[in-house]
């Protein structure tokens, strides 16, 4: 790359304390533990990595806490705290190592006890780093840096309730060219951030290994989208394209879409909660008698990224994003 500008990547870092007890915990289903202590460690050594490529390379953490997000690091404006001058570390690793430990364990350690922990705040962190390149952009001009992209570190599921919020943020990054990697280090595959890989053109790995987490990040993520294109990276082999719908915010199978906002519902409405159009009592009676049987709502919800087939879903052709559930039309 001949641009004389360095790349850009910001971390989102999940930080679910229940998930990363349940990770670091051996068991016949986690044969592979993972503590977050572990994690950090071999993460600071990616970090290092990305910031040894190229000197203008830029970097931005943030954490997605329960209920929250915050900032951890940027190089944009970094931390301004005293170090100790070692002759055997550069002072930009020493930086970030420092900065990074401190603030995890600061963060952690103000975390309530509730009997319930809240969702995690991954949405904000996407926000937050959306936001920071915009406000980058604008202090370079307006100018975009060359191959900017977030990487996502999850160790949390799904939450249904965070699927319109996080589909907004794949638009705008989408807009913004603006690269979403995703690697699950911990718990089941993620359907929204499936689509954020593949929509955006990231990369999107469920981690098989974790002692060879190191080896995944360097290897999968350290070289940027521009050079990706020569190398043989690992790339989604089938992709979830479920939505969830905006009335019970539950991830369907089989979904009834307003013709007129799109609005997804789980079963047919009279009237739409989104734009409160009123449907003919004669739709509803004929979709309600088109719902299949609950023993042949289960259809296949992944697929070949190469689209061998075409998809069940009744969408427009010029449409982006297409999931691979059932959808009915009301008329």
Not at 70 to 93: C, G, H, R
Not at 97 to 103: A, F, G, K, Q
Request: net charge neutral; proline share 8%.
């Amino acid at each position: 790359m001949n641009d004389p500008r360095g790349s850009h990547l910001s971390v989102l870092l999940d930080l679910s304390p229940t998930q990363w007890h349940l990770s670091a915990l051996p068991s016949p289903a986690n044969a592979y533990p993972l503590s977050l202590s572990s994690f950090l460690s071999q993460l600071l050594a990616f970090l290092n990595s990305h910031l040894a490529c190229k000197h203008e390379n830029s970097l931005a953490i943030f954490g997605a806490l329960p209920g929250k997000s915050v900032v951890l690091y940027s190089s944009t404006n970094p931390p301004n705290v005293s170090q100790t001058i070692d002759a055997n570390s550069y002072p930009p690793f020493k930086l970030v190592d420092s900065t990074v430990v401190l603030r995890v364990a600061e963060e952690m350690d103000n975390l309530d006890d509730p009997e319930e922990e809240e969702p995690i705040a991954l949405v904000g962190a996407l926000t937050k780093a959306l936001c920071c390149m915009l406000w980058d952009s604008h202090l370079q001009g307006h100018q975009m840096m060359p191959d900017p992209r977030i990487l996502i570190l999850s160790v949390s599921p799904d939450h249904a309730t965070s699927y319109i919020p996080i589909m907004n943020s794949i638009f705008s990054a989408q807009k913004l060219k603006v690269t979403i990697d995703v690697c699950q280090v911990y718990g089941p595959e993620t359907v929204f951030l499936q689509q954020a890989a593949h929509l955006t053109g990231g990369s999107y790995i469920h981690l098989e290994r974790r002692d060879a987490l190191l080896q995944y990040l360097i290897m999968s993520f350290l070289p940027p989208p521009s050079i990706r294109k020569i190398l043989s990276v690992p790339t989604q082999d089938r992709i979830d394209f479920r939505a969830a719908c905006f009335c019970h915010k539950t991830i369907v199978d089989v979904g009834f879409v307003c013709s007129v906002c799109l609005s997804i519902f789980c079963q047919p409405v009279p009237v739409c909660s989104t734009c409160r159009t009123k449907f003919p009592i004669k739709t509803l009676q004929r979709l309600n008698a088109s719902r299949p049987l609950p023993s042949t709502t289960a259809v296949n919800n992944t697929r070949s990224d190469h689209r061998p087939n075409s998809i069940r879903s009744k969408c427009t052709n010029n449409t982006e994003f297409q999931p691979t559930c059932s959808i009915k039309w009301y008329r």
